[in-house]
């Protein structure tokens, strides 16, 4: 369990999935006049996409956006070879739910979201999957459940139908990329860089991926003594998807 101080504002995002996850705050911080209304606010949430491409991230932003504690659930971690033990411990997680109002995030979805009948482990993963569905579905607590997949054709369509929204993440385009850049180097002289070449080489790269590359170029400068000028040469180095010359 951690508390994030992550926002919103500190993500570069489309205005349409921004817009999607301001409306989910919005209920969230609505929710008393909603329920008032016999409506219930958006709670369980599918996030779709890429790895790198901000998942991760939006469950801690909505943690820290709801002053709500984030707790992550690894599922691979979850699953033994018993499925009483994986049923129990997944109902410890929802019993969690109801005692403490929080951000509960399940990271590596498929591991048991698989179509039910296309695993060698059919049988036991088919149980684990029916308890989640189950657990979910009559999951009433005022939690935000997050699930997020790298592989969503992988999973079974019942579990479309339990989720109160499923929000995409793609690989940023050529305005998110340059967005991304110029705000890991604004506190960098980047006149000389050229830009177009630069967010070419980070086309089909990932968020964390362009994050990276231009820390790693920020982190060159201030080793090389401290300059704040970053040059307009580009290159790709080891461990580096993208990488920038000083």
């Not at 790198?52 to 690894?74: C, N, Q």
């Not at 951000?103 to 591991?111: H, I, N």
Request: aromatic letters at 6%.
């Amino acid at each position: 369990m951690r508390y994030p101080d992550l926002r919103l504002t500190d993500m570069i995002l489309p205005d349409s999935l921004r817009s999607r996850l301001h409306r989910v705050l919005g209920e969230q911080r609505q929710q008393a006049s909603l329920r008032e209304h016999g409506l219930v606010p958006r709670r369980k949430l599918l996030l779709v996409g890429p790895p790198g491409s901000g998942k991760t991230m939006t469950a801690s932003a909505l943690a820290g956006e709801l002053h709500l504690p984030l707790f992550t659930i690894v599922l691979d971690g979850l699953i033994t070879k018993f499925m009483g033990e994986t049923a129990g411990k997944l109902r410890l997680v929802f019993d969690a739910m109801q005692a403490t109002r929080g951000v509960y995030f399940f990271d590596e979805f498929d591991a048991i979201g698989a179509r039910r009948g296309e695993r060698q482990d059919v049988g036991e993963i088919r149980r684990v999957l029916n308890s989640f569905l189950q657990f979910l579905e009559q999951d009433d607590s005022h939690s935000l459940i997050i699930a997020a997949t790298n592989h969503p054709e992988l999973l079974d369509r019942a579990l479309f139908r339990r989720f109160d929204d499923v929000i995409e993440y793609a690989v940023p385009d050529r305005p998110i990329i340059e967005a991304l850049l110029r705000a890991r180097l604004d506190r960098f002289d980047t006149r000389g860089l050229a830009w177009n070449e630069a967010i070419s080489q980070a086309e089909r790269l990932s968020q964390a991926e362009i994050t990276r590359a231009a820390d790693d170029a920020a982190k060159t400068i201030i080793l090389r003594g401290g300059a704040d000028h970053l040059g307009s040469a580009h290159r790709r180095s080891e461990g580096t998807p993208a990488g920038f010359a000083v």
